[in-house]
């Protein structure tokens, strides 16, 4: 039996090679994006000279991961995506805004001026790389179910200067599951009936805006637009979207920035059973760990940095004192 409610500090990879098989109920991530910070650490994971590298790497840690889930084990992978470099050097806006950390920046859509120090022959200067693609169709070719894109809209996203493509504002998480048959909690994800949704409930009939001024919509004959519909009690709920918006925020003891509380959750609602483990291999500052105390989950931490997985329970100290 793994302990839980612990961090291990570590390589991701190698300390998932001492955990049993089948022993982990759903993991919820955000590894280091490429490219992005420099944490001053040897080993890490998004530094790598070439982005095949990085997702190789990732690969076999997911890979292991896909071993000690149970079978109807889910996997929630929050990642973004990055620009090759334009040949221009870091901008004097840049200097002027990035946040102040002492990790440092090398490139991505958070740090848009900066640039990536080397090219290849299939990504031209200034292409989207695709990194988050890359990765969910390497792990469906490695046996996961690919099952949702959802996409994390970020109302408070960081400015940009860019003038000659839109502001990058969303990253992704993907859903993906170890079998055919997995635990997922729909209702978890539902939300309230818009009052507009709930009056077209209600009534018996109702036009559709698509129709000609034959009253035909292709596809369809005039009895199925027509049909009379019976009125009845609207539901209070409806299932959840693949579409989350949900503002950015940071730990202040971190110097770096960290997927809000508020994002893993649904995550962990959907994809975890009542008692179950939720696993992190790229632990941070604890996110994952104080989401799932706070709903009644177990957690298991990874995280390669020490000065990381001080300030990670120390959080957890902080917020769930009583579980600690």
Not at 148 to 167: A, F, L, Q
Request: with cysteine; glycine share 8%.
């Amino acid at each position: 039996m793994i302990k839980t409610n612990k961090i291990f500090c570590g390589d991701a990879l190698a300390v998932l090679k001492t955990f049993p098989s089948d022993s982990i109920n759903c993991c919820v991530t955000s590894p280091p994006y490429y490219g992005l910070r420099d944490y001053g650490v040897a080993g890490q994971i998004g530094l790598e000279q070439a982005p095949g590298e990085y997702i190789s790497r990732l690969l076999a840690v997911f890979h292991e991961i896909k071993r000690v889930l149970t079978a109807d084990g889910t996997l929630w992978v929050n990642i973004a995506d990055c620009y090759a470099g334009s040949g221009k050097g870091a901008s004097h806006w840049d200097k002027e805004h990035r946040p102040a950390s002492k990790h440092r920046y090398i490139y991505s859509t958070e740090n848009p001026a900066a640039q990536i120090p080397k090219q290849w022959p299939d990504i031209k200067p200034k292409d989207m790389i695709g990194i988050p693609w890359a990765l969910a169709f390497s792990l469906r070719n490695d046996g996961w179910f690919l099952r949702s894109d959802i996409i994390w809209n970020k109302p408070n996203c960081m400015p940009h200067p860019v003038k000659d493509r839109p502001v990058s504002s969303y990253e992704h998480i993907f859903l993906l599951a170890k079998s055919k048959k997995y635990f997922f909690d729909y209702t978890a994800l539902e939300v309230p009936l818009a009052p507009g949704s709930a009056e077209r409930y209600q009534r018996g009939f109702y036009s559709n805006k698509y129709a000609s001024a034959s009253g035909k919509v292709p596809g369809q004959s005039p009895q199925a637009i027509t049909l009379p519909r019976e009125g009845g009690p609207a539901p209070e709920v409806r299932r959840g979207r693949d579409v989350w918006t949900i503002g950015t925020n940071n730990y202040r003891a971190a110097h770096f920035a960290t997927y809000p509380v508020a994002l893993v959750k649904p995550c962990i609602l959907a994809g975890c059973p009542e008692n179950g483990i939720v696993l992190d291999p790229f632990f941070g500052a604890g996110t994952t760990g104080v989401a799932a105390l706070e709903l009644g989950r177990q957690y298991i931490g990874i995280e390669l940095n020490p000065n990381f997985c001080n300030i990670a329970e120390q959080r957890i100290k902080e917020r769930r004192p009583e579980l600690c």
